[in-house]
């Protein structure tokens, strides 16, 4: 089986949009940007074998602020400048209790069965508690980012930055692919 890392799209791969001075999630195609320093993270954590896929609860698709055309163009996006394995998407909101919308494990167990991953040694890294939660539930090591959205709850590790996290992902990978704990 083949390890993954799961990686928050908002904030990490893609920068935030400032709405009412809070970061929100991209709603058009025009506002929406890679984060430079994502490239060679993601490539790194590639080379030492981790599948990379970026996981969103997208829930504006649920409401209608944000339609399935853009968010397919964003992710278009996404998957040719960072080569990504996959991006997985909850579109639902809060309200609907659905099992995918983190902190429930549902992307990071779909994944597992379509990329035949193992969850016991992939990773989760995130700047929000409900990926931590999700990484908790689903048995994966949870690495979270200092941030506003950390929440008391559930990590594994905490460091400063995307970089950190990614140097503590690839410190958990022994050379023959063996997620260390």
């Known amino acids: ?61 649920t409401s209608g602020e944000l339609s399935r055309r853009e968010l397919d163009l964003m992710h278009e996006i996404l998957l040719k400048k960072l080569n990504l394995d996959d991006i997985m998407v909850c579109p639902h909101d809060e309200a609907d209790r659905c099992p995918c919308r983190k902190p429930k494990p549902g992307l990071l167990i779909e994944a597992g069965f379509k990329w035949h991953v193992d969850l016991d040694r992939s990773v989760v890294i995130s700047d929000k508690w409900q990926d931590a939660e999700a990484a908790r539930i689903a048995g994966c090591t949870s690495i979270l980012i200092d941030s506003p959205w950390n929440g008391p709850g559930h990590h594994d590790f905490q460091v400063s930055s995307f970089k950190a996290a ?16």
């Open 166 to 181: 990614v140097a503590k992902a690839l410190s958990l990978m022994n050379t023959s692919g063996v997620l260390l704990r």
């Open 1 to 61: 089986m083949r390890v993954a890392a799961f990686i928050e799209r908002d904030g990490l791969l893609n920068r935030f949009r400032m709405q009412h001075d809070l970061p929100v999630a991209p709603i058009q195609l025009e506002e929406f940007r890679v984060q430079p320093e994502a490239v060679p993270l993601v490539r790194s954590l590639q080379d030492a074998g981790y599948l990379v896929i970026a996981t969103t609860n997208q829930p504006g698709l």
